[in-house]
């Protein structure tokens, strides 16, 4: 029996317990520090917080974090790692990625989603349901790209950023960490870390 955990009860877990099945996992099991109060999440149930997950390790065969928060997200990720947990890739059956991207544990990639050739993806990353990643991008760990949202080819997005929905990236364009990509934005030059960025052209909020 292929049995997943996923920690973190959210909505972006429920596509993940969605996007698993599709990919051949059996059962899906949540786990999330509001358990026992919380338990269940849509269709799966919740069975544990992050103590009760590390101490069952051995009985699943892998683990995704289901955290939206990109800096949590990440830290949960490190302390299962360091627990001895396996962190597959999970990949929709519908999303197209080259097979000359390299893509870091731990991280998903939904349905629809492009990732083109020679781009290079941290651990932990999300590339949300129809986001395009053009060739030769490189995205740091714990990096998000919304729903929709398009990077164009040699794209750097730095550790732990986000790029809300819809936005666009331009070529060669490098964002730094921490940053926030508002819904809809068009970034067309370099970014400092830690910035909120909307617009079109992107600017500072
Ligand atoms: C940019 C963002 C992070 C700002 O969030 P916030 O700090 O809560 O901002 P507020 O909603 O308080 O809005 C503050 C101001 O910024 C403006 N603003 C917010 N988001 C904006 C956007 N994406 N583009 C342009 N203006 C925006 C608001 O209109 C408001 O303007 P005002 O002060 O003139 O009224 C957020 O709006 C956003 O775009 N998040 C991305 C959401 C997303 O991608 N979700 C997908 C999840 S999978």
Known sequence: MKHLAVLGASGHGKVIADCAELCGWEQVSFFDDRWP???????????????ELIETLSQFQGVVVGIGNNGIRLTKLQQLLDAGAQL??????????????????GSVVFAGAVINADSELGKGVIINTGATV???????????????ANLAGGVVVAERSWIGI???????????????VGAGAAVVADTADAVILVGVPARPR
């Open 166 to 180: 819809g936005a666009s990236v331009r070529q060669l364009v490098r964002i730094g960490s921490d940053v926030v």
């Open 88 to 105: 597959p890739v999970l990949q929709h059956p519908s999303a197209q990625v080259s097979r000359y991207a390299r893509i870091g544990l």
């Open 134 to 148: 053009d060739h030769d991008c490189v995205l740091g760990d714990g990096v998000h790209i919304s729903p929709g």
């Open 37 to 51: 109060e919380l338990k269940v999440n849509g269709h799966w149930p919740v069975i544990g917080g992050t103590n």
